[in-house]
């Protein structure tokens, strides 16, 4: 008899488990007895590793899960970030079943991990443990853009214009960013030559949609904004 916290544990290397908090239970008379029924959520884990063009580790990079051109319309927005360790391994846990891209962006050319049954679009179910062959990623050049918005008489304009980089797929989640234009279409950023990108303007939403890819340094794009 007496009070206890009861605590569970999962064996090494079953990160994909997630366990309740520990429990205070008491017991006492003859023929005491707690019920301690639990349910562990144990989602898909997917792992692989990233190589450059000479088989060398990629380390530090970033890859995006995101939904797979087929998923359910409810996790089209849902994503996550996995980072590649020193020897370029990647490893997600916790995916919920469904259908996943595993996206590497800059500053290489976008592509989308292969899936062992071939394509790109990789099905994690309940439980599922997904080991992806070695993803061999190629670097871009980086090239300076020059965003120009002008009016119809072609008249520049200072505005607010959204890129986003376009996969295979359409948009890729959580790459769009806005950026204010100067008077002359100045752009501060490096853009990856290679990849697919879409500048809109933001102002109003929605605007003058432009997409470009092939470019080349001095690369410049050209948005006209509506009259109104």
């Not at 849902?78 to 990647?90: E, K, N, P, Q, S």
């Amino acid at each position: 008899n007496g009070d206890y916290d009861v605590e569970l544990r999962a064996a090494e290397g079953r990160s994909d488990v997630a366990l309740p908090t520990p429990m205070r239970v008491n017991l006492s008379g003859d023929h005491a007895a707690a019920n301690l029924d639990v349910f562990a959520e144990v989602n898909g884990t997917i792992e692989g590793s990233v190589v450059d063009e000479s088989g060398k580790p990629v380390p530090s990079l970033q890859l995006r899960v995101h939904a797979g051109p087929t998923a359910e319309a409810a996790a089209r927005d849902a994503f996550g970030i996995l980072t590649t360790d020193v020897d370029g391994r990647y490893r997600g846990t916790s995916l919920a079943p469904g259908r996943y891209l595993i996206t590497i962006l800059d500053p290489y050319l976008t592509a989308h991990a292969p899936a062992p049954t071939g394509g790109h679009e990789i099905v994690a179910g309940w439980a599922d443990h997904i080991s992806l062959q070695p993803f061999v990623v190629h670097r871009g050049d980086l090239v300076d853009v020059q965003l120009i918005v002008s009016d119809r008489n072609g008249n520049p304009l200072d505005d607010e214009v959204r890129f986003e980089l376009l996969g295979s797929y359409g948009p890729i989640p959580m790459t769009g960013r806005d950026v204010e234009t100067s008077r002359s279409g100045a752009f501060p950023k490096k853009l990856v030559r290679g990849n697919r990108y879409r500048f809109t303007l933001t102002r109003p939403a929605g605007q003058a949609p432009v997409s470009a890819d092939h470019l080349i340094d001095g690369s410049a794009v050209r948005i006209v904004a509506p009259e109104k």
